[in-house]
């Protein structure tokens, strides 16, 4: 699904790509994605893209400090509720906490 390649961003550039940048050599780590094999992802991208202007999306891993990245919809969930985030999508579901 994803082929990862390193693109060196010329200094123009730098500020719009800067959440991907690495410090040291200001390349970021891009995924190719086909809209063939992962249409629901490429939609969404795609629609974030009419919405911003900008055709990407950083993806990372799910974790927070000093634990492992969740690997099961049960460390999903522990994580979520144990940190400030506002809003989780996984698979066809969206769970939101209460304000």
Do not use: Q
């Amino acid at each position: 699904m994803y082929n990862p390649v390193a693109h060196e961003h010329p200094r123009d550039h730098h500020l719009a790509h800067a959440a991907t940048a690495h410090d040291c050599s200001g390349c970021d780590e891009s995924a190719i994605l086909s809209r063939k094999t992962n249409p629901r992802y490429w939609e969404l991208i795609d629609c974030f893209r009419r919405i911003t202007g900008v055709p990407g999306v950083l993806n990372t891993s799910f974790t927070v400090k000093d634990e492992p990245i969740v690997c099961t919809p049960r460390d999903v969930l522990r994580c979520f509720y144990g940190t400030g985030l506002d809003a989780l999508i996984m698979g066809d579901f969206v769970l939101e906490k209460a304000r």
